[in-house]
């Protein structure tokens, strides 16, 4: 019934939906003020019969797609590499999904594996199976696809809530952003079966919007030139434990270009926390916290062009912020802490003049800009504090090709602490060429070899449980002087209004 450009309020409730917003007619959906309103892709079921030591309920004809790729009906990919499922959870991109009382119960392949805790569906016999006892509790289950598809440009949305749906993994997303400019603000997306939200188009503005619990991945984006998002929480995604490669975590985006991502958090995510792949071009990633992902905390990869400035990158599982075969990336004041490699730089055998290896933006042919080479990494005035691998910092190349100074990686004024003097083993691992990278146990000894870090500081050894990183390097030898000054472009990114700042983030 709306016309274009007019606003449709919702009243607290339920809606058990799904709404395409056409070409034709871009609206803005919200919330009345101060009301709860959620899109939900669950159901009540309420009709049970014990038989054996499991419930069933009959005339259950909900059925997804379980394609594991982006093509709906199509086998897991040939390539080991774009492997979404994990042999160790076959059933993950199985979009069905069960709660009790709002506890999600996991998916078995069939009535005769459904214990405590599980349930299994029979779409032959059209049956729902449950292992706990229904008795007196409520069961919800999905039967819904995606919440919202937006189509028109211009669209808003605003204010409310979308979970449990059963997105395929060909769905991309229980909420996609089909459209240009269009704004996403004060949203909640949780639960659903594969992707929360898929960012699919230029100029979309993301602000305070959270993605929690989602089964494969928070946020996805592709072809999104011109995104800016501020105030993105992405939390506790992946449960359905899909591979890490080739998209599963956090947040992961492709093929886009002037992107910008601040004051965001990237927590607790199974798999990389945010993840730049596959040409990615000029993106400036400023004060966000990426914190207990079980992968890397920041991942930029055959890409080029990056600011990295201020974010606080901690209790990683991998690498905190990891570099791989992209360049002009300048790395300053971040809090790089308790990752496995804080920071490891790394180029390996792609290139981007050969059109075979995938990842090329197809928007952009033969495009000059994406090498996939490193070159010129300026890493300045940040601290490292912790690894439980090798080294604070590691960069080598795979290929063979190049030493670190032929990467042109520049190491100059950061804060550098270890556990003890042996935990990590090194302080920095440095490329020498042949694929032979030299471990240096202190910054004397790699200044004095390498020229690098005339004004970086080593700070006292300390384990975590002890460790005051930022008290550490403000207290460090490392003063105003003597640290490098701060690029005018980088201030005016972090809001500064001068270089007066400690080593790390503020």
């Known amino acids: ?54 419930w069933v309920s009959q005339g259950w004809t909900a059925e997804f797609d379980s394609s594991p790729t982006f093509t709906t009906g199509a086998p897991e990919s040939t390539l080991p590499s774009f492997n979404f499922v994990d042999p160790k959870f076959p059933l993950a991109a199985h ?76 769905g991309f997303g229980a909420v996609s952003i089909e459209a240009a400019k269009t704004a996403l603000q004060d949203l909640a997306i949780e639960q659903n079966a594969t992707a929360g939200l898929f960012l699919g188009a230029s100029d979309i503005v993301v602000r305070n919007v959270t993605s929690s619990d989602n089964g494969l991945i928070g946020v996805y984006a592709n072809y999104a030139d011109r995104l800016t998002i501020s105030g993105l929480s992405v939390t506790g995604n992946n449960v359905q434990h899909f591979n890490t490669a080739p998209v599963a975590g956090g947040m992961k985006i492709t093929r886009s270009r002037d992107l910008t991502i601040e004051y965001s958090s990237f927590s607790r995510n199974r798999g990389p926390g945010l993840w730049f792949d596959q040409s990615i071009y000029d993106a400036n990633v400023i004060s966000n916290i990426m914190d207990g992902n079980t992968w890397h905390g920041m991942s930029m990869e055959i890409s080029s062009a990056f600011v990295v400035a201020g ?13 791989n075969d992209t360049d002009n990336v300048q790395i300053w004041n971040n809090t790089v802490a308790n990752n496995g490699i804080d920071l490891r730089i790394a180029q390996d055998l792609r290139r981007g003049t050969d059109p075979t290896v995938p990842g090329h933006d197809p928007r952009h042919p033969k495009d000059p800009t994406m090498t996939w080479i490193l070159g010129n990494i300026t890493v300045s005035n940040n601290v490292f504090s912790g690894s439980s691998i090798s080294a604070l910092v590691a960069v080598q190349d795979y290929s063979g090709e190049f030493t670190a100074e032929q990467l042109g990686v520049t190491m100059s004024g950061n804060a550098y602490q270890r556990a003890s003097a042996s935990d990590p083993q090194s302080l920095v691992l440095w490329e020498q060429g042949h694929n032979a990278a030299k471990a240096y146990a202190s910054l004397s000894s790699f200044r004095t070899d390498t020229g690098q870090e005339k004004q970086g500081v080593q700070l006292t050894n300390a384990p975590a449980a002890k460790r005051s990183w930022l008290t550490a390097a403000l207290t460090s030898a490392t003063t105003t002087d003597s640290r490098p000054a701060v690029p005018g472009t980088v201030m005016a990114l972090l809001g500064w209004d001068s270089s007066d700042h400690r080593n790390g983030a503020d």
């Open 1 to 54: 019934m709306a016309s274009p450009v007019e606003t449709i309020v919702l009243r607290a409730g339920t809606y058990h939906e799904r709404v395409t917003v056409p070409a034709s007619t871009p609206v803005t959906i919200e919330s009345y003020p101060n009301e709860a309103a959620w899109f939900d892709g669950s159901t009540v079921v309420s009709s049970w019969t014990a038989e054996r030591s499991i």
């Open 95 to 170: 979009p069905d999904q069960v709660w009790i009382d709002d506890k999600p119960l996991v998916q078995v392949k069939d009535a005769k594996a459904v214990k405590s805790g599980t349930f299994a569906v029979d779409y032959a016999q059209q049956r729902l199976y449950v292992g706990s006892d229904p008795s007196g509790h409520e069961v919800r289950a999905s039967d819904k696809t995606k919440a919202l598809a937006v189509q028109a440009e211009g669209t808003v949305l605003r204010g409310f809530g979308v979970r449990r749906y059963a997105t395929p993994v060909p």
């Open 311 to 323: 974010n606080t990158v901690v209790n990683n599982g991998a690498n905190g912020i990891k570099l």
